[in-house]
């Protein structure tokens, strides 16, 4: 095999996501998961769940990631990577441990982990990692194998993820009517969070206060920026752009990230926007947050106002984010090997850590999060 391609010392990689329901039986049972611990009535988990059923109870998420699964192999393949590649989910089968135990049991002990999460968060990173260590715990009860996992860096800026974000957002522009299209104006979208998670998101000396928003707003900005910089030199035109939020989903007295794209888009019209693109990247798929929020409700609020929009594609499938995944995983490989790999990264920030350090992305109760400078869980243990 030639070195460029020497995935030792991982034998495999867990292609890692939250899960959604396949059908309007599962849709409580899910949102149970998601929710567990908080003490959410049955009865108000069935009228969360509605965007669902609107879809028939099916989330997107499921499909979008046999498909990534399936390119995944497909570029691995092409490129003389022999890593097998594996699914688990956090909230839906195929669940975390299910898998890690499928795994542990194929004979693999190093795994490398990619979480279809680009952005540090405590949802989109350090919740991760704890899912990881309670799976983790559980094998060892079970006395079973206990792998080592490592979390592939955060990859926002990685010209594999920006590059198909930007060909989306030419793509819906060239979708506008002529004559709004110079004039049209971006809004690129992400998921909100509470204003104190934002602001302790990321290494310790990245976090800041007062809604500043941490490393979860400086990454998202960073992306918006270096697209719209992409859009500027393909096109000539330099158009305005705001990072706005979507998706809030918490109580009405807790500060959370804004604005609403919904509330933005209003603001836009009023100032005499002629068209809005939204770029919804803070999403590695078409999930429900995309499908329902964007594509329903956002849609709908511009229909209302008459206002032009069009919604960009999100990463999903590309080739080009599956070559990406595999230069992760080959970059990480490398430093584990004790080599200095080149390490690509767009835009401004320049590209992550490969391991969490200790008070990054902070729970608010704190518990144990593997692949972290903080965790000292089992050793992983040689095949039989």
């Known amino acids: 095999m030639p070195e460029q391609c020497d995935p030792s010392p991982y ?15 599962d849709v409580v049972p899910f949102l ?9 009535p049955r009865e108000r988990l069935k009228e969360v769940g509605r965007h669902y059923f609107l879809f028939g109870g099916v989330s997107p998420i499921n499909a979008q990631n046999r498909d990534l699964l399936d390119a995944l192999r497909r570029d691995f393949a092409e490129h003389g990577l022999d890593v097998p590649v594996y699914w688990g989910n956090r909230n839906w089968a195929p669940y975390l ?30 919740q991760y990692r704890e899912n990881l260590a309670d799976s983790l715990a559980a094998l060892q009860a079970e006395g079973l194998p206990v792998p080592r996992v490592d979390k592939l860096r955060h990859y926002f800026n990685h010209p594999g993820f920006l590059r198909p974000m930007t060909d989306g957002v030419l793509a819906s522009l060239e979708a506008l009517p002529a004559a709004a ?15 104190a ?31 719209a910089d992409a859009v500027r030199e ?3 035109v330099d158009h305005p752009w705001q990072l706005v939020y979507q998706s809030r989903s918490g109580a009405p007295h807790i500060p959370w990230l804004e604005p609403d794209i919904c509330d933005h888009l209003e603001e836009r019209h009023a100032a005499g ?7 919804p990247i803070g999403f590695v798929s078409d999930h429900m947050e995309v499908k329902y929020d964007l594509d329903t409700e956002a849609t709908a609020k511009a229909a209302e106002l008459g206002l032009p929009v069009a919604r960009s594609a999100t990463v999903g499938a590309d080739p080009r984010f599956a070559a990406a995944v595999r230069d992760l995983l080959l970059e990480r490989a490398a430093t584990e090997r004790g080599q200095s790999p080149e390490r690509c990264a767009l835009g401004a920030l320049g590209p992550g850590h490969d391991l969490c350090p200790i008070g990054c992305c902070p729970a608010r109760a704190p518990r144990p999060a593997a692949a ?12 039989a």
């Not at 926007?273 to 770029?279: I, S």
């Not at 972290?372 to 095949?383: E, F, I, L, N």
Request: charged content about 20%.
């Open 273 to 279: 926007v002629p068209a809005v693109v939204m770029a």
């Open 372 to 383: 972290g400078a903080d965790w000292h869980g089992p050793v992983a243990q040689a095949p």
């Open 97 to 126: 441990t299910d898998t890690l135990r499928t795994m542990v049991g194929d004979g693999h002990r190093r795994i490398a982990v990619l979480a279809t999460s680009a952005y540090a968060s405590y949802s989109g990173c350090r």
């Open 32 to 40: 149970e998961n998601v929710t567990r611990g908080r003490g959410i």
């Open 11 to 25: 034998d495999a990689l867990l292609l890692l996501s939250f899960g959604g329901p396949e059908g309007p039986d």
């Open 181 to 195: 299209r110079d004039g049209a104006h971006i809004a690129f979208t992400t998921h909100s969070i509470p204003t």
């Open 197 to 227: 998670a934002a602001d302790t998101s990321g290494t310790p000396a990245e976090h800041t206060k007062d809604g500043e928003g941490g490393a979860y707003v400086a990454q998202h900005l960073d992306v918006a920026r270096a697209i």
């Open 234 to 236: 393909e096109t000539g």
